[in-house]
């Protein structure tokens, strides 16, 4: 006896034995599924070979199920249910009625922006579920990407490597001094060579462009301290420990009593959205996507375009 090959059976024969089975005819099948009766007929008489038992009886009043039919149905029946269910899920995702994206930052972005690009996207999305996470610097945010933990990091776009980059805009480093500073409002080098610089630690690779631009200014400012908090940098500041520079968006809230003073040469960081290359996304990440690109913060520093 050969043995049944179930690769060989297809849908359309099983959606036509269940429309036999429900509607007693070859007849009435054709017309619940737009088909002849010779159609229906065929697929039948098809699925019977494959198998290699007979599912009907035929006779004058109809077709009806045999022993061996009543035993199969409710398997098929389910089988071809778990298949619209598996379309069913799809349909949705892809109607953006529901999905997951899941999402990275860098903490001045995880914290003064991305909060607002969520609420944002939600008022179009609710029953898109977004998660975030707060990253110490971009090379955390590149790691979770690469390790498939997330499906869009947002970082300053310094040198990043094997990845789909996105700009979506730029935020200025600017000088913070303590509020005993006697400096103008457009400073030179000179101005600021009394404050000792209070930085964030070398190990960050954040700043990673802020230390190259310190190397090659005219003048050499004395760093005195290293911390790996934005905000204890300018609590410090605050305390009249010294100076220092910062991306704008890193540094807010600023307290009160720290003077802002633009830098005499200017240096920008670039921001923006990072994606896995040639990664197969869901219409939720894209459409994520679509809601931060002219999404910018309200308060940025006034030089950044």
Request: charge should be negative; glycine fraction near 6%.
């Amino acid at each position: 006896m050969n043995s049944v090959d179930g690769s060989r059976i297809k849908l359309f024969q099983l959606r036509a034995f269940l429309a036999v089975a429900d509607c007693g005819s070859f007849g009435k099948a054709g017309l619940e599924l737009n088909l002849t009766q010779s159609a229906i007929s065929h697929a039948i008489a098809s699925l019977e070979e494959e198998l290699g038992v007979v599912l009907f009886s035929r006779g004058p009043k109809g077709a009806v199920l045999t022993s061996v039919g009543l035993e199969v149905i409710a398997s098929i029946r389910q089988m071809l249910k778990s298949l619209d269910d598996v379309v069913s899920i799809t349909r949705r995702v892809r109607s953006l009625a529901t999905g997951q994206v899941r999402v990275a930052a860098i903490r001045s972005l995880a914290t003064h922006w991305l909060p607002q690009a969520i609420a944002t996207f939600k008022q179009q999305h609710p029953q898109i579920h977004v998660t975030m996470t707060r990253c110490v610097n971009h090379g955390e945010v590149q790691s979770m990407l690469k390790d498939g933990r997330i499906d869009m990091g947002l970082m300053d776009l310094y040198k990043p490597q094997g990845l789909e980059v996105h700009p979506l805009f730029s935020d200025s480093y600017v000088a913070f001094l303590p509020p005993t500073a006697k400096v103008s409002h457009t400073p030179t080098w000179e101005d600021f060579r009394p404050y000792p610089l209070i930085l964030p630690m070398p190990h960050d690779n954040s700043y990673t462009l802020l230390r190259e631009y310190l190397a090659q200014l005219p003048i050499e400012l004395a760093i005195a301290y290293e911390l790996n908090e934005d905000s204890a940098i300018m609590s410090m500041v605050a305390e009249g420990l010294g100076m220092t520079i910062l991306p704008y968006l890193a540094a807010i809230p600023i307290p009160s009593e720290v003077q802002v003073r633009s830098l005499p040469q200017p240096l920008e960081r670039h921001l923006g959205a990072v994606l896995l290359e040639n990664a197969l996304h869901s219409p939720a990440v894209y459409a994520f996507f679509e809601t931060i690109q002219n999404l910018r913060p309200s308060f940025l520093f006034p030089t950044s375009q």
